[in-house]
């Protein structure tokens, strides 16, 4: 098992930026791809960004890439999502989820996720 805690949502405004933590324990941390996904109220869950086990290869959905920026620290078990220049549409709820070796865009194919954090951007 793998224990995923998000933390770092809030209510910010437009153009404040965020960056959202996620930390792991259980398993080893680097054995795992990670991603971030949001879903708002009445939307399915959509991929954010997602990173291999070792960082070297990242990939962002198109409404967020060139702002939003992943990375992961394995020594401290956890996976941060930068959100600078926040938009209303930016307002979800956050979740960050593991999967074992590659990393993947597809919610599906995660098998441990955390509880989430509310992001709400504000016009």
């Known amino acids: 098992q793998v224990q995923l805690v998000e933390s770092g949502g809030g209510l910010v405004q437009a153009g404040d930026s965020l960056t959202l933590s996620c930390a792991a324990s259980?398993?080893?941390?680097?054995?795992?791809?990670m991603g971030w996904f949001r879903q708002a109220p009445g939307k399915e869950r959509e991929v954010v960004a997602a990173i291999s086990t070792t960082g070297g290869s990242t990939k962002y959905a198109v409404a967020v890439k060139g702002r939003f920026t992943i990375s992961r620290d394995n020594a401290k078990n956890t996976v941060y999502l930068r959100m600078p220049s926040l938009k209303p549409e930016d307002t979800a709820v956050y979740y960050c989820?593991?999967?074992?070796?590659?990393?993947?865009?597809?919610?599906?194919?995660?098998?441990?996720w955390g509880q989430g954090t509310q992001v709400t951007v504000s016009s």
């Open positions: 259980g398993r080893t941390f680097s054995n795992y791809a």
């Open positions: 989820a593991a999967r074992a070796t590659y990393y993947s865009t597809y919610p599906w194919s995660y098998d441990y």
